[in-house]
DNA sequence: TATGCACCCTGTAGTCACTACAGGGTCAAG
DNA sequence: CTTGACCCTGTAGTGACTACAGGGTGCATA
């Protein structure tokens, strides 16, 4: 039985030690044993709780998707339908976004475009950016 | 000479009045009059800078970039060399967003093209999150 | 005149997902 | 026996707002 002190977990799963408090303090991880000097005390089901997170927040699920996540990950026998509409509702969401970054990219770049690099005065970013022309 | 309250000066640029006050309080908007009643009381110039600075955050500045692009739109005689920089780092950092979300994208839309609809214990979606097989 | 209502004021705390201290304790090596 | 790496708790900061609580102002209507 491996046990791991919170710098050990933290390494094996690329998250800093005070993610780990973090994560523990909202109740994400369970407050692992202690050791006779007090250090917290992980095992190889943290472990894999701790990658689970982690690998969920890489593909950009909030840490309420992951507490989902995690719920429904351990009702092995329950049908998985519960995840697909999570994971479905992350990628719609990713997909708007990338939606509004496309726009957003063209408009600076015409923007960008039509610079002069003169002076501030007759500079076509800042024109864009006071429609009105004001102070 | 048109003055105008709080509330109109947001709706006017479509902002909440607590952000118009947030502005003021971190130094974006200068501290405007008051009338008798205490009420900040604005004018066209306010109008304007407001306006440039919701306008340059729609299109995703920082306020720290909206406060150095506000400096730079003073002065008038300079070089917009400078607007350009700000403007081409803002559109480099959009493009690598996007970059970012499209991987993303790719990956969620591949665990869940595998998904086959059975119970969590055989779902493909847990099983991609926690490589190594724990609860 | 009273009263209702929309608007305004200040100050503080909450959001998200961490991150960064300050000020201390523990433990193994040299 | 001391040095250094690690650990502990608790609090505050990040960005860009947003949301109160608890009060004051100003105008129209009954």
Redesign the pocket.
């Known amino acids: 039985m491996t046990r791991l002190?919170?710098?050990?977990l933290a390494k094996a799963t690329g998250t800093?030690?005070?993610?780990v408090?973090?994560y523990e303090r909202i109740g994400l991880l369970p407050e692992p044993g202690r050791?006779?000097?007090?250090?917290?005390s992980y095992d190889d089901g943290d472990l894999g709780r701790l990658s689970f997170i982690r690998r969920a927040?890489d593909l950009g699920f909030?840490?309420?998707q992951v507490r989902e996540l995690l719920g429904l990950a351990d009702q092995r026998d329950r049908s998985c339908e519960a995840v697909d509409v999570i994971a479905r509702q992350h990628l719609a969401e990713v997909e708007r976004k990338i939606a509004d970054l496309n726009a957003l990219r063209d408009e600076l770049a015409d923007i960008l475009g039509r610079c002069r690099h003169g002076t501030v005065a007759e500079c076509r970013i800042i024109e864009t950016l006071a429609p009105a022309a004001s102070a």
Request: hydrophobic share 25%; proline share 0%; glycine share 10%.
């Open positions: 002190a919170i710098g050990d800093k030690v005070e993610t408090r973090y050791t006779a000097g007090n250090y917290r927040r909030s840490l309420d």
